[in-house]
């Protein structure tokens, strides 16, 4: 499911880490003190109980191939606001180009139920290439909070690589730079 959004990532942060994904095929910058959940080390696991929001992620990244990357922040701003914004990354196989991509996306997500008003879409053009790129609020869960969520569609090698960005419609500010400067960090084949 390409409206798949799990959520995550924090604000200017002055050292940045690049994951690499050899098994997915890409990399992906995010700031250095988020953590990546998908790797479920003995520290993601530890922080687990004590930041909120965080089982989610773990449990998502346990439970979906998909899923290929889950960056998080668990820093001051998650802890405060009882939200863990990030990125993830997933992959599903494509069908046809990006306004196929479009049409089967948007319905996806207004046929789950899920937004709250309406999705902005549009086509980029970032360093790895045209993406089409959504904006949208979405409750995903009854008692959930609506976050603002921010996507990269990208078609590459038979696949569609969806980079996700979530964080409270209240803090899209903070995580704005970050956002963008990960989204521009994003490289197929590296």
């Known amino acids: ?12 942060a002055s050292t940045w880490k690049t994951h690499h994904v050899k098994t997915a095929g890409f990399s992906i910058a995010a700031p250095a003190a988020w ?26 990244a346990r439970s979906s191939k998909a899923i290929k990357l889950i960056v998080v922040d668990v820093g001051k701003t998650t802890i405060a606001n009882r939200f863990a914004s990030g990125l993830n990354v997933t992959q599903v196989p494509a069908i046809g180009d990006l306004q196929t991509q479009r049409a089967i996306t948007v319905a ?9 008003g309406p ?41 569609a690589t969806v980079i996700t960005y979530t964080t409270l419609p209240k803090l899209q500010s903070h995580y704005g730079a970050p956002f963008a400067r990960s989204a521009h960090s994003f490289r197929f084949g590296q």
């Open 1 to 12: 499911m390409l409206a798949l959004a799990v959520a995550p990532l924090a604000g200017a």
């Open 35 to 60: 953590i990546d959940v998908t790797r479920l080390s003995p520290a993601v696991l530890a922080k687990e109980s004590s930041v909120p929001g965080l089982r989610a992620y773990v449990e998502a």
């Open 108 to 116: 996806q997500l207004k046929s789950a139920g899920v937004v709250v």
């Open 119 to 159: 999705v902005a879409s549009s086509y980029v053009t970032l360093p790895a290439g045209k993406a089409l790129r959504l904006a949208y609020r979405a409750r995903f869960a009854v008692g959930s909070p609506v976050v603002a969520t921010l996507q990269f569609v990208f078609l590459h090698a038979g696949k």
